[in-house]
């Protein structure tokens, strides 16, 4: 089991920057794939970011390309979304996810986070 818990949710205004952190405990997340998803009020969960184990390999949804930035940190088990020039369409829940194989797709994800709330004001 992998227990994954996101911080680092809150409002902020359009433009501004936000990082969120995903803690992992519970077997190591040497074999996992990492990603990020959100979800807004009436929509699907979406896929935004994953990175590969070893960082190396990492995809982004176009919605968010050149303005987020997803990495990881194996040695502290820790995932973070770095989340520049928000937009009042990020607003959503953001969730962590680990998954193995790789993959970018919600219904193939392994293990999910409990959530963190991001709202973006105009």
């Known amino acids: 089991q992998v227990q994954l818990v996101e911080s680092g949710g809150g409002l902020e205004q359009a433009g501004d920057s936000l990082r969120l952190s995903c803690a992992a405990s519970?077997?190591?997340?040497?074999?996992?794939?990492m990603g990020w998803f959100r979800q807004a009020p009436g929509k699907e969960r979406e896929f935004v970011a994953a990175?590969?184990?070893?960082?190396?390999?990492?995809n982004y949804a176009d919605s968010v390309k050149g303005r987020f930035t997803i990495s990881r940190d194996n040695a502290r088990n820790t995932v973070y979304l770095q989340m520049n020039s928000l937009r009042p369409e990020d607003t959503a829940v953001y969730y962590c996810?680990?998954?193995?194989?790789?993959?970018?797709?919600?219904?193939?994800?392994?293990?999910w986070g409990q959530g963190t709330q991001v709202t973006v004001s105009s």
């Open positions: 990175i590969s184990w070893g960082g190396g390999r990492t």
């Open positions: 996810a680990a998954s193995t194989p790789y993959n970018t797709a919600p219904s193939k994800v392994n293990y």
């Open positions: 519970g077997r190591t997340l040497s074999s996992y794939a």
